[in-house]
């Protein structure tokens, strides 16, 4: 069983930064891949980026460059850096684990995080 909490999220300007972490529980947490998924009101939940639990990374089309994910296996923690925010990335950001290789659809993890809202001001 694995417990994961978001934090970092807030009110930005466009154009700045937010860091976002994922604190997980468990023993076997760098025998996880983790991603973030993201859900504003009226639309579907949809991949971020990911982690695998060899750290290869991976980002949704969207990214552009601008979001950089990372993790500290000593911490059980992963970070989203998020740069160059824009309004459409205002949403709900959530992180799911599973465990093994990485996957890029939702149904593919088992344990999620509440989520910590992210809104970008214009």
């Known amino acids: 069983q694995v417990q994961l909490a978001e934090s970092g999220g807030g009110l930005v300007q466009a154009g700045g930064s937010l860091r976002l972490s994922c604190v997980a529980s468990?023993?076997?947490?760098?025998?996880?891949?983790i991603a973030w998924f993201r859900q504003s009101p009226g639309k579907e939940r949809e991949f971020v980026s990911g982690?695998?639990?060899?750290?290869?990374?991976f980002y949704g089309d969207f990214v552009k460059g601008r979001f950089t994910i990372s993790r500290d296996n000593a911490k059980n923690t992963v970070y989203l850096q998020m740069n160059s925010l824009k309004p459409e990335d205002t949403a709900v950001y959530y992180c799911?684990?599973?465990?093994?290789?990485?996957?890029?659809?939702?149904?593919?993890?088992?344990?999620w995080g509440q989520g910590t809202q992210v809104t970008v001001s214009p």
């Open positions: 799911a684990a599973r465990d093994g290789v990485w996957a890029s659809t939702i149904s593919q993890y088992d344990y």
């Open positions: 982690i695998s639990f060899s750290s290869n990374t």
């Open positions: 468990g023993r076997t947490f760098r025998s996880y891949s």
